[in-house]
């Protein structure tokens, strides 16, 4: 694993800086068969990033199918919206740029996000960042010039509607705006601002989570559907939230635990 700081040192860092300084952490496979590859964002409510469904996702899933991996580590609590975006915006552009030095293929970036990363990834995946001027914030530097939309997004048990009553995580939304800021709820929504470009997706869920509830993936997966969007969708009747790979000690479940190798099928449908 080689760690990379997002912005060099003669780049400054936009948005606040309070959490962490802003890396993606490059697993590159030991026998690699693919040039594509799969940017992670793991779960954690906006206040940490969950190991198994970070590190563990890149080792024991994308590299063990000969694909490489990047793993972010992107600002969370105490640091709030955009940093987070910010982050995950420059996370696609800096794989892209750094492609041919990889030996990958720019045009088959994905990314995959847990619970709050889910999210993230939502929040990459629509417009609400030209809603809210999120370009302003950036450097404009030779990676800030290319495109930040992904080629595909894979949601595990994401967090996505936070304005819908009942489904609001007040929590993870308050993480992620700030008490001060719950009004922004409703413009950034990722359900209610999908991009007219947003890639196909794979979602995954479970009707045993009790943290987020199976809605918020059906409530994406109807939106996307109404922009013609491909999307696959698979809802397992047990596992809990924060299972990952369905092997967690305390979360998972055998039946559940065949997520990844439908995600593997959809990935090489999708070119990749």
Known sequence: MTSYELWSESTAIPGSRESCIPRIHYYRAKRRTHKGSIIIFPGGGYNHRAAHEGQGYAVDFVNAHGMDAFVVDYRVYPDFYPAPLLDARRAVRFVRYHAPDFGLDAKRVAVMG?????????L???????????????????????????????????????????????????????????????????????????????????????????????????????????????IFPEGAHGMGLGVHPDRGNPHAAQWPGLLWNWLIHRGF
């Open 124 to 234: 990459l995946c629509s417009d609400a960042a030209l809603n809210t001027n999120i370009a302003a914030y950036e450097t404009g530097d030779e990676i800030d010039a290319l495109d930040c939309m992904p080629n595909a997004q894979i949601h595990c048990y994401s967090y996505i509607s936070m304005c819908e009553e009942g489904l609001r995580h007040d929590g993870c939304s308050k993480n992620l705006l700030s008490e001060t800021k719950m009004n922004l709820c409703t413009d950034i929504s990722p359900e209610l601002h999908i991009a007219d470009n947003a890639p196909p997706a794979f979602m995954f869920h479970t009707f045993a989570d009790e943290t987020v509830n199976v809605i918020h993936c059906l409530r994406y997966a109807e939106r996307l559907k109404n922009k013609n969007i491909p999307c696959e969708v698979h």
């Open 114 to 122: 847990s619970s709050a990363g889910g999210n993230l990834i939502g």
